[in-house]
């Protein structure tokens, strides 16, 4: 069987959850055994995310191969379990990139480079990329943007280029939209679809199927409209309404037929019916929670949900596994001071401490390792969150009461967190970080080694800052348990507390692996122990 391209566009206005569709899409075709995998194009002129503050556009998610990626790709192996890469986010300023420094290389002497065919060619060729290695059936695109806008046209472009320039029964083009309900008429409207498909139609690609997401249900007569006047079937205009979990989408998708509208397009006869008793399982504990707990999430980019999807997404999944409903409580960490901290903390009965960059709120989260730490609290410190208990236990602990990370102070007495060696010469601030991947050698007898069962682990990182070994054995004096290790430059991976009922921090990305299948560990063992403080 060829490898099948499945592209998903959306129109009438972004955030529509285009990713959670595809990823449910992909999630329904997987279940029927086939090999799927989902890339995102974006639209704007960065490289990529890495250097986005996240309130532009939320959590930056980091692959195994250290692409830092949109958040979406998250979504991708979350639902899928599988790895993605670099390859599966492209942006328009990674096409652009490409094809100027061919330019400067010659490849196009003596031509004039222009959008179309040479920026549309590249889009192209990486929209066919993850299909030409021969390890998927289906290869599913989401384009991000929303149809009409400028940025998104030369994506739309290669789509239409490509519907052409492959077998009608690989191609297909899935478009979602918004149908408002206007209360006051009472009225569900499809006239925005009408024109966004229009849209679509004016640039050369025809819908297969429309997808629209709705807060009520779409009778037969308003699927016959949108079906008639956008020029699909009408057994192709399918809805999606507002679901009580994203995970819960794939089952809607199912009812609504999508799968087999889409395998039939694209025709691949007898594949089994979909089975998802993995997610089904998750669900039923998902929507049955025996109890709830109630822990705080310390961050600075607490305005936005999305700064912290893969964590927030880990609590659910770690919920689940715990039969019980975690309820999340952002805490502004600019906000938390000595004066409020027992007000606002007093109540949780866990305290994880965020990722971040840069100065803003760190006393702040300082605040919350103390309070957590003397209270008995279970902690929870991912990056930023570990690099700031290390801070803690300096200044009131062993007593070092100017000790900083230098990224706050680089001219402290006790720079217990420093940068890296190979940072110090870098120039270049995008995707220069410590990126993805790395082994960890867990001690044995640890919090840590008890919680993954392991000697080794492997998990994802995005930091320049580590601690600086050479404050080692004083901290280990003091009573703190550097309990992971990377075996092969030595830095400091997880800290603990034994003296303290559960106290964990690591330098690592946990929440980028957790997935509703696989519950990250770390996070598993947090929520009990907040449950047993509870
Ligand atoms: N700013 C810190 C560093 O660069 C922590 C990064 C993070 O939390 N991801 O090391």
Known sequence: MNTKYIFVTGGVASSLGKGIIAASLAKLLQARGLRVTIQKFDPYLNIDPGTLNPYEHGEC?????????DLDLGHYERFLGIHTSQANNVTTGRIYNTVISRERKGDYLGKTVQ?????????????????????????????????????????????????????????????????????AAQELKTKPTQHSVQKLQSQGVHPDIIVC?????????????????????????????????????PFNMEAEHLDELVVNKLEIPGLPEPDLSGFKSFLERLRNPQREVDIALVGKY?????????????????????????????????HLDPSNVEEVLGQMKGILVAPGFGSRGLEGKIC??????????????????????????????????????????????????????????????????????????????????????????????R???????????????????FSGINP????????????????????FHPELKSTPEKPQPIFVHFVRAALVKA
């Open 61 to 69: 998610y980091v692959t195994e191969d250290g692409a830092e990626t």
């Open 115 to 183: 959008i179309v065919p040479h920026i549309t060619d590249e889009i192209k060729r990486r929209m066919l990329l993850l299909g030409k290695t021969g390890n998927y059936d289906v290869v599913i695109t989401e384009v991000g943007g929303t149809v009409g806008d400028m940025e998104s046209q030369p994506f739309v472009e290669a789509m239409r280029q490509l519907q052409w320039e492959m077998p009608e029964e690989d191609f297909l083009s899935i478009h979602l939209t918004l149908i408002p309900y206007l209360k």
């Open 213 to 249: 997401r709705t807060e009520k249900e779409l009778t037969p007569e308003l699927r016959r409209k949108i079906a008639l006047f956008c020029n699909v079937k009408p057994g192709h205009v399918i809805q999606s309404m507002d679901a009580w979990s994203i995970y819960q989408v």
């Open 302 to 334: 607490v305005e936005l949900q999305d700064a912290y999807k893969s964590i927030q997404e880990s609590f659910v999944h770690a919920g689940a596994a715990n039969q019980c409903k975690v309820n999340v409580h952002c805490i502004h960490s600019e």
């Open 368 to 461: 919350a390792v103390k309070y957590a730490r003397e209270h008995g609290v279970p902690f929870f410190g991912i990056c930023l969150g570990m690099q700031m208990a290390v801070v803690e236990f300096a200044r009131n602990v062993i007593g070092w009461a100017d000790a900083a990370s230098t990224e706050d102070n680089p001219d402290t007495s006790h720079p217990v967190i420093d940068m890296m060696e190979e940072q110090k010469k870098l120039t270049l601030k995008g995707g220069t970080m410590r990126l993805g991947a790395y082994p960890c050698k867990l001690k044995e007898g640890t919090l840590a080694h008890r919680i993954y069962d392991a000697d080794y682990i492997s998990e994802r990182h």
């Open 463 to 481: 930091h320049r800052y580590e601690f600086n070994n050479e404050y080692l054995q004083t901290f280990q004096d003091a009573g703190m348990v």
């Open 488 to 507: 092969d430059h030595n830095l400091v991976e997880m800290i603990e507390l034994p003296s303290h009922p559960f106290f964990i921090a690591v330098q």
